[in-house]
């Protein structure tokens, strides 16, 4: 899915006035390709993430899929966050699932896709466990599987791989990686790590912040299994 954010401004209001957090950004994401965003803390990157998973509409601009112009939460954008943030007293299996009970689809398909899910991630054994029985980066797995259980062509990743160590992070680049090689969705991964835009990405997009924009955007081309 071709996503496209044309001259997109967000301000927020703060007591001295407007805060303008992004200024006239535009971006173009085609299908199956992945683009990290790396910048400064306050550049906006959370922002970016609020306005394409609908969280938050622009001030000015618009956003489209594939020409359609975007209208709030969408079911084919998958959303992984900083924080793992599972429900303590669910399973993984039950965590994975909270997506799909929310829309109502039936139980049965989604129940096997979401276990099939949590094996790609490296969790088969696990499906039955509560988040505290979990290392972090189990955790960060079964959340990378709730992002896909409605098989999204849009993943948005922010900083999902911050809060870990770094033996588990390098883990997670080679899990993520052999993931979107499998379904293929655009991705827009937040990041600091200018390894992990590298190492994953087809383009990195670079911001610098007051007002957040974008100061560079280049193609990465280093041989990986594509594949
Ligand atoms: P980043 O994720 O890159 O740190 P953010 O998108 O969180 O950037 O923030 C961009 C700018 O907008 C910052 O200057 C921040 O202080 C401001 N900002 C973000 N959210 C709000 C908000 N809810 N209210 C007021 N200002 C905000
Ligand atoms: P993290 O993803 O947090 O790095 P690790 O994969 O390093 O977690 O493992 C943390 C602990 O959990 C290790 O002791 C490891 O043996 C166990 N573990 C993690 N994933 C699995 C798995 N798929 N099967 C069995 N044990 C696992």
């Not at 971006?27 to 990157?45: A, D, H, N, R």
């Not at 949590?118 to 054994?125: A, N």
């Not at 390098?170 to 390894?195: G, K, Y």
């Amino acid at each position: 899915m071709l996503l496209n954010l044309r001259d997109i401004s967000v301000s927020y209001p703060s007591r001295r006035g407007p805060v303008l957090a992004l200024d006239k950004l535009s971006l173009t994401i085609e299908p199956s390709s992945f683009v990290s965003v790396l910048g400064p803390s306050g550049c906006g990157k959370s922002t970016l993430v609020r306005l394409v998973s609908g969280l938050q509409k622009p001030t000015a601009g618009s956003i489209e899929f594939d020409g359609v112009p975007a209208s709030g939460a969408r079911d084919d954008v998958g959303v992984a966050f900083q924080q793992a943030a599972l429900l303590p007293w669910k399973t993984a299996l039950e965590n994975v699932l909270l997506p799909i009970r929310l829309t109502g689809q039936r139980a049965e398909p989604a129940l096997e896709r979401a276990r099939s899910l949590l094996d790609l991630v490296g969790l088969s054994g696990f499906h039955d466990r509560y988040p505290h029985e979990l290392s972090g980066g189990m955790q960060q797995r079964v959340s990378l599987a709730r992002s896909l259980i409605r098989g999204p062509s849009v993943l948005v990743m922010d900083e999902p791989f911050s809060a870990l160590d770094a033996m588990t992070r390098e883990n997670m680049m080679v899990e993520l990686q052999r993931i979107w090689l499998d379904a293929r969705p655009s991705v827009l991964f937040i990041t600091h790590s200018i390894q992990e835009a590298v190492f994953l990405s087809d383009r990195v997009v670079v911001m610098s912040g007051r007002p957040g924009k974008i100061i560079a955007d280049v193609p990465v081309d280093l041989p990986r299994p594509r594949d």
